[in-house]
């Protein structure tokens, strides 16, 4: 019900029913995701059977009941009786059992990883939907620098044609500028496509289309260096879902030893019954046989301790103890691969994130510069101590170092994310802290014009 309104809420806040923002793509995901749901299904499944393991602990309470008749033949024809135990009620409560006990730990430890899975899977949908959302816009992004830069060499193109025309320009400026054109118009293509690829990605995550999306807003915007890789790396140990899940499973091939071992234990019980049966005799020939008419009933109360110490049972019991030992090791082994596979995720991400830092600053001013470099090219042009070549390189430097600069400003945002999984403290407040950086909505149904 909280996912449900949470979900209207959003939809309710939103400019239009078609424009979504982070955090609205990201409800409607929660709801709909088939991992999610299915990861929520097996950690309700792994928690029931805690239930189950426990039994063997409680007492075992049984009803039972029967009655038949009997017809005696030959030397015995004649003999009838009707018998029945009217009811038997049988208790055993276990005493010791280590086993069962230890059984039971090993349950609820499988349990806790069935949870962290569940965690593990929300926190990637949180990063897949994340990735898929910026990679529209980065796509988007892109595809509308290429439709600029292509309406800029257009320009260039009609106007070194009409140079050419009046013999102010040589035919080759036409076919530099006209191949310039082409190429864009191929990039054109490819970016297209890729937006598309990129609309599909994001409606697989969360099983619907968006026609609009908020975007960055450039004011909003920011970046904010991350803290020491030395505190990730700490805060790694005790938060990583997958490091959790191996240590949990060592736990559980530890205990897998002593429930192994407890093979060689003894076990105890307390059993108790009681019952009532009745016996009806009759027949024709009851007497002639010794036997006496009538109904009778009988019926004893039991109360007993069952002990079994087990000596020998050909070798099996030290088997499994091995097998168990050997898993241990292999279970310690994993971890330690899995701790290195974190420390190595969590160092990368750091680092994508100081790249992206610089990356940004870096393109910021490449955009200034090529924005500098094509106005003293156009000028240079117009004189005559610059070719149309310059300026069409110069074109194209501009609208690619803004691309650049996009493109900078996603992955950054993205490597943000990333290195909150590797950690693995990211939350959906983390989409609340990215989505207050979106701002205009801007439409993902692009066409080539």
């Keep these: 019900m909280k996912k449900t309104l949470t979900f209207l809420i959003g939809l309710a806040l939103s400019h239009s029913v078609f424009a979504e923002n982070l955090v609205q793509v990201y409800e409607q995901a929660k709801e709909t995701n088939p991992d999610l749901s299915s990861s929520l299904a097996e950690k309700e499944k792994a928690y029931s059977a805690i239930s189950g393991s426990r039994a063997s602990l409680l007492p075992q309470i049984g009803l039972s009941a029967s009655y038949g008749v009997t017809h005696g033949r030959r030397d015995t024809s004649g003999v009838k009786s009707k018998s029945g135990n009217l009811y038997q009620v049988s208790l055993s409560q276990s005493i010791f059992n280590y086993s069962n006990w230890k059984a039971l730990d090993i349950t609820k430890k499988q349990a806790s990883i069935a949870d962290i899975a ?42 070194t044609r009409q140079q ?14 006209q191949a310039n054109y082409d190429l864009t118009l191929a990039q054109q293509v490819n970016a297209l496509n890729d937006l598309n690829n990129a609309i599909e990605n994001l409606r697989q995550v969360s099983g619907r289309f968006y026609s609009n999306l ?25 938060s990583n879902l997958n490091l959790l899940t191996m240590k949990l499973n060592q736990e559980i091939a530890r205990d897998q030893i002593k429930l192994s071992q407890a093979g060689h234990l003894p076990t105890a019980s307390l059993d108790a019954s009681t019952n009532l049966n009745k016996t009806d005799r009759y027949g024709d020939n009851f007497a002639t046989n010794g036997g006496h008419r009538g109904k ?23 088997s499994k103890v091995e097998q168990a030992q050997h898993n241990y090791v292999s279970s310690s ?84 994310l990333q290195l909150k999984y590797a950690v693995g403290t990211l939350t959906a407040d983390d989409l609340v802290y990215l989505n207050n950086m979106l701002g205009n909505e801007v439409s993902t149904l692009a066409t080539i014009q």
């Design 164 to 177: 050419h025309q009046v013999g102010l320009v040589a035919i080759t400026d036409v076919q530099n500028a």
């Design 214 to 238: 908020a975007t960055i807003n450039t004011k909003m915007f920011k970046t904010e260096a991350p803290i020491s890789i030395n505190s990730l790396l700490k805060q790694s140990e005790v």
């Design 333 to 416: 082994e994993k971890l330690e691969s899995t701790n290195r596979s974190v420390i190595n995720q969590v160092r990368s991400s750091y680092n994508n994130i100081s790249s992206s830092i610089s990356a940004i600053k870096a393109y910021q001013q490449a955009v200034v510069s090529a924005e500098s470099s094509l106005e003293a090219t156009n000028s240079g042009y117009q004189v005559g101590t610059r070719t149309i070549v310059d300026v069409l390189n110069a074109t194209t430097q501009l609208y690619s170092s803004k691309r650049n600069l996009s493109d900078a400003k996603y992955n950054y945002l993205i490597n943000l």
């Design 118 to 159: 569940y965690q593990y899977q929300g926190q990637t949908l949180i990063l897949n939907t994340s990735v898929a959302y910026f990679n529209v816009l980065k796509a988007l992004e892109a595809l509308n620098f290429i439709d600029a830069q292509k309406k800029a060499i257009g320009r260039q193109l009609q106007q």
């Design 296 to 318: 009778s009933y009988s019926g004893n109360n039991y109360v007993g301790l069952s002990l079994n110490l087990p000596i020998f049972s050909g070798g099996a019991t030290q």
